[in-house]
């Protein structure tokens, strides 16, 4: 499906045979955390994580908006989600449809829509190449440039570009 970003492969984060099950599909490498699509700041106390209010005025400088933002997460019961790397990454989309539907699923994993290696879809049909009939559904929302999420990380207040994307930052 489409995200903010680019087409997605997404499903529920807070189930983890549905996380496995993207891993298999995707063939992605099982050391590779996923992005988490979520519908509000508040969403990030599903995962344990907690931010004080000096990150928060961070995280809000760049949400919603298309930067993937990387937290600690020191949960043993994630690790299904942060394969042992001890963080997560999440965004905030800023489409209020988008936003609407993390509300109604609850947050969302959401790899690119390829095979591990391959160039992300940039259309339904490219998706479907790559993916077949071993998804359960397909939206089509036309022609996406395959070009991700800005990725950072946030850790003591300091900000570190892991990777530029849709968005060009500079710290």
């Not at 996923?34 to 760049?62: H, M, W, Y």
């Not at 908006?65 to 800023?94: D, N, Q, W």
Request: hydrophobic fraction near 40%.
């Amino acid at each position: 499906m489409p995200t903010d970003t680019i087409y997605g492969l997404v499903g529920q984060a807070l189930k983890p045979k549905t996380v496995a099950r993207i891993y298999k599909v995707r063939h992605r490498r099982p050391d590779k955390p996923c992005i988490i699509l979520i519908g509000g700041i508040e969403d990030l106390k599903k995962f344990g994580i907690a931010v004080n209010s000096s990150t928060r005025k961070l995280i809000n400088s760049f949400w919603p908006g298309k930067v993937s933002i990387v937290l600690p997460c020191m949960s043993k019961r994630f690790t299904y989600l942060h394969r042992g790397t001890e963080t997560l990454a999440f965004r905030l989309p800023k489409p209020l449809w988008l936003r609407r539907l993390l509300k109604q699923t609850g947050p969302l994993v959401a790899p690119s829509a390829n095979l591990e290696g391959k160039e992300p879809a940039t259309t339904v049909r490219e998706a479907q190449k790559y993916f077949r009939n071993r998804v359960d559904a397909y939206v089509d929302g036309g022609t996406f440039a395959a070009k991700p999420s800005t990725l950072i990380a946030i850790q003591d207040g300091v900000v570190e570009i892991l990777r530029q994307g849709r968005v060009r930052l500079r710290v």
